[in-house]
Each structure stands twice: as structure tokens, then as C-alpha cells.
């Protein structure tokens, strides 16, 4: 026999920005949900609503609005993506902006996903560069016991799958670290060398502000009052903010090793100059001997010393020779050359 609950109608990926819109009851799924029943499936007892959106329209989001009743403000920053990470409380419902992270082409893509959050239903809004939240549903799914709590576990699935995320780029990122790294300490670095652990050190400095933020956002979720947020869930939200704060650390580790890096750099090409500074100088003056005596024996003066001795010509360039020989021996005692 059919489970009457296994209802579905017009369904959610027909319509554009709509990646699922789903209802669970227990943990488990028991409907795909169009989005214009999704507040009926909401008010259910013991029923939650899951939408994912995809960059939607103003029209979807005014759908969504009505449906759960969300803030206007709360809309207009949905619709703008270009916000810091947050949490705002507006009424009986929760508004939160996380900032997403992915490695496209050697930089760091930053996304924003908005989550609104109320009783019986969590509505995710992606924009820019995110990864789908498709695997956080099908982990959800299958562990339905933990699922079962509702909304705020949807949350901090979700939460986590976000900060879980940044360790990816930077790893990725500690890989070219060390990479140019070795490269700086083993050779004279190159200006694109140069120019890629300046670049490096602002996309950390762009991810760390993207992240940390998020701590305060999973602190206020541990303190309890706010509503859809169960007490039971405050030891998940401290141990994503426990993983923000290992992602901070990591970061920090990496600006320092660039840092160091990058003054590595500038110190070893100075040193470089200073060498060719010092060999040029002691070949200036080896070569000053023989053209201060030429200068002096190319006078035009009747009288000077030797200069009609017979052996006049050979003598000067033996004490020139002894002199040369003299100057590049010390010089080469010193490391000048």
C-alpha cells in the first residue's frame, strides 16, 4: 500500500532558482513540497520544511516571504549578497549570513549563503561561488534519529559543511606555500614569485575575515532564547565554532610563513645586490691603479720620473701588475671576490 504521505506535486526543480524543497516528519522525508504549499507543510505538527535556493529572483524570494512571513529587511539582504556574516532576529525568526570559500583558477572565490531560519522550516539562499548543500541533505537523510531534531540541526549541518569547506583551500594554499617557500630559500626569487605571495596574503586575509565572524554568529546560538534553536544543539554550534577558530589558526600560520617568506625574499635579493655592489667596488679599485699611473705618464710635461730610463716602460708595468695582483689577493681573502 502507498504511503499517503508521499506527496508530490509540480515539483521544486521545475522552478528556476529552486534547487529542493522538501518536508521531513521524524527525520525523514515525506514530500516534495512546491513552494506555494511550503508554509502549510511548515505549520504542520512535528513537520519541517527544507528549500534550498539558488540565486533567486526577487519574485521567488516574495514567494518565499509569504509563505513564512520572513522581514522585508531580511529579503532585501537575501537579494543583494553582499553581506558580512551575521545572525539577526527578527521576530520569531532567525536571519544569518555566511560567507563561502572555493579555489577557481588559483584564487580564492568567496559566495554568501543567507539562511532563514524559524519554526518548522530553513530556507538557504547561495549566491556566488558555493558549493551545492546536496551532500549536507543526504548526510541529514541518513542519519534521521539526528534529523529528527528539526530545524536548528538543519542549521548546523549546514554551518559545519561551510567552515568544513575552508579546509580545502587551505590546504591547497599551504601546498603553493611550501612550494614557494623552497623555491625563495634555493634560489633568487622571480617578480611573479613575488607578486603571487602578496596575492596569497590578501586572499588569507579576505578568508579570515570571511570566517571569523562566524564565531560570534555560533556563539549566540549556543546561548539559549532564540527561538528554533533547541539547547540541547549548544555543544554542535561550540564545536563549529571550535573549528572556525582551528581555520583561524591555520590562516595566521600561513601569513606568518608568507610573511617570513616574502622578507626572505626581499633580504636575499639585497643580499644579491650587495655582492655585486662588493664586486664591482673591488674591480673599481684594482682597475683605478693602472688608470691613475696611465693618467699620470699621459701628461704632457717634459720632466717626469723615468721617462727616459730604458727599462722605465717595463718597470712601470711590473709595479702595476704586483700592485693589481696585491689588491685581487685581498680582495679575494675578504669574499669580495
Known amino acids: 500500500m502507498a504511503n499517503p504521505l508521499k506527496l508530490v506535486s509540480n515539483q521544486p526543480k521545475d522552478t528556476p532558482g529552486v534547487v529542493a524543497s522538501a518536508a521531513y516528519a521524524g ?11 511550503a508554509g502549510e507543510w511548515s505549520r504542520k505538527p512535528g513537520h519541517v520544511v527544507w528549500i534550498g535556493l539558488h540565486e533567486p529572483s526577487l519574485e521567488l524570494l516574495r514567494k518565499v516571504q509569504g509563505q513564512f512571513g520572513l522581514h522585508e529587511l531580511a529579503i532585501e539582504d537575501a537579494l543583494k549578497a553582499h553581506q558580512r556574516p551575521k545572525l539577526e532576529q527578527y521576530g520569531e525568526a532567525l536571519f544569518i549570513v555566511a560567507r563561502t570559500a572555493q579555489m577557481v583558477d588559483g584564487r580564492i572565490a568567496f559566495g554568501e549563503t543567507h539562511l532563514f531560519v524559524g519554526r518548522g522550516y530553513l530556507v538557504s ?41 575552508y579546509m580545502p583551500v587551505i590546504e591547497t594554499i599551504q601546498a603553493e606555500v611550501e612550494e614557494i617557500e623552497d623555491s625563495v630559500l634555493g634560489a633568487n626569487p ?52 571550535d573549528h572556525i577558530r582551528q581555520v583561524q589558526e591555520e590562516i595566521e600560520s600561513l ?41 699620470l705618464y699621459g701628461m704632457n710635461f717634459d720632466v717626469l720620473p723615468e721617462l727616459h730610463w730604458k727599462y722605465g716602460y717595463p718597470f712601470v708595468l711590473v709595479v702595476i701588475a704586483v700592485v693589481c695582483g696585491w689588491q685581487y689577493w685581498r680582495f679575494r681573502q675578504k669574499q669580495w671576490l
Not at 142 to 154: C, M, Q, R
Not at 270 to 284: G, P, S, Y
Open 125 to 165: 539562499v547561495r549566491h556566488g561561488a558555493s558549493t551545492s548543500y546536496t551532500p549536507v541533505r543526504e548526510r541529514c537523510e541518513a542519519a534521521p534519529t539526528a534529523f529528527s531534531e528539526g530545524e536548528d540541526f538543519i542549521l548546523y549541518a549546514i554551518l559545519d559543511f561551510i567552515v568544513d569547506n
Open 190 to 241: 622571480s617578480k611573479d614569485q613575488i607578486s603571487r605571495i602578496y596575492q596569497l596574503r590578501r586572499d588569507l586575509l579576505r578568508l579570515r575575515n570571511a570566517a571569523i565572524p562566524l564565531v560570534e554568529v555560533c556563539r549566540r546560538l549556543e546561548k539559549p532564547g532564540l527561538p528554533g534553536i533547541d539547547a540541547a544543539m549548544s555543544p554542535l554550534f561550540r564545536d563549529v565554532s
Open 255 to 295: 601569513r606568518e610563513v608568507l610573511s617570513f617568506t616574502f622578507e626572505t625574499s626581499l633580504m636575499t635579493g639585497q643580499a644579491q645586490q650587495n655582492e655585486i655592489t662588493r664586486k664591482l667596488a673591488a674591480w673599481a679599485a684594482i682597475l683605478a691603479v693602472p688608470t691613475a699611473v696611465a693618467g
Open 27 to 37: 527525520g525523514r522525508r515525506v514530500a516534495e513540497v512546491p513552494i506555494d504549499e
